[in-house]
Structures are given as C-alpha cells and as structure tokens.
C-alpha cells in the first residue's frame, strides 16, 4: 500500500495542498489547492473552478513531475507539525462527472491526477515520541 492508515486519515481531514510544477523555463510554481484522496486508484486528484485554464494544469504539458505538500500544526505547546509530500507524476484528466462547488455549481471536467512515487511522512503516524526526536519516513513508491 502506497499510504498507511494514518496517511489517508490526515488526508481525508486536510483542506488544502500546495502543489508544485515546473514551468516550461523550468522554474517551479507552487499553487494552493483543493484535493481528494481517490482510494480506488491511490491517487491524489485535483479539481477546481477552470481547471483545465490554469498555469499549473497548463505545465503538465511539458513537464509531469510534481511535489504535493499537506501540512499542519496539530500543536504549539508541545510544537508539533505534521507533513505529507508526495512527489510523482501527474496527468491532465477529464471526469465524466465533474465535482460540484458548495452551491451545486459544476466544476471544470478537468483534474489534475497525481500518481504517488516518493513519500515524505513526518509526525503523522507516531503522536507519541517527543516532537524533536521524531524522525521521516521516506519511501519510495512502486
């Protein structure tokens, strides 16, 4: 499996990522997102309002390598932050049935889907060992 448990729990919990492309004269661009964790194909997938418009859905043309990051700071007294990069490659897609806004309005039919290939965990599967002991868990994904 490509996430543990405890991954797919801070997933399903989290709002917003920030997820990384190159540009075609090779610099990064980082943008803020909404996501999904799509369990079934253990995918991340990015939607959102003229998707398939923006820069970042844009750079997948030339360049599929990305980083996605979703972070938080559970507590500051203790500090304690947790992390999840997940960098991969990426295609354009088009869903049948595109995801609705709040109001029921439809999104763009095009997503971003990220296919994992190198995981980056910090503080999220172990609560418990004193926050500046706590070492990532790195892994390469098949």
């Known amino acids: 499996m490509t996430f543990t448990s405890f991954e797919i729990d801070f997933m399903k919990q989290a709002d917003v ?9 090779g610099t990064p661009q980082n943008s803020p997102v909404g996501f999904t964790f799509n369990e079934q194909l253990g995918t991340i997938d990015i939607a959102g309002y003229q998707m398939s418009r ?14 996605f990051v979703i972070d938080d700071i559970p507590s500051r007294d203790p500090w304690r932050v947790r992390c999840l990069e997940i960098r991969g490659t990426a295609v354009q897609a088009l869903l049948d049935d595109p995801p609705r806004e709040p109001n029921g309005d439809p999104l763009d039919a095009a997503i971003i889907r990220i296919t ?3 995981v980056i965990s910090f503080g999220i599967d172990d609560q418990t060992t004193e926050p500046h002991q706590l070492v990532a868990h790195v892994r390469n994904v098949a």
């Open 17 to 25: 990522g920030r997820l990384a492309t190159i540009q075609p004269d």
């Open 54 to 67: 923006s820069r970042k859905f844009r750079n997948l043309a030339r360049n599929d390598k990305v980083a």
């Open 116 to 118: 994992p290939r190198r």
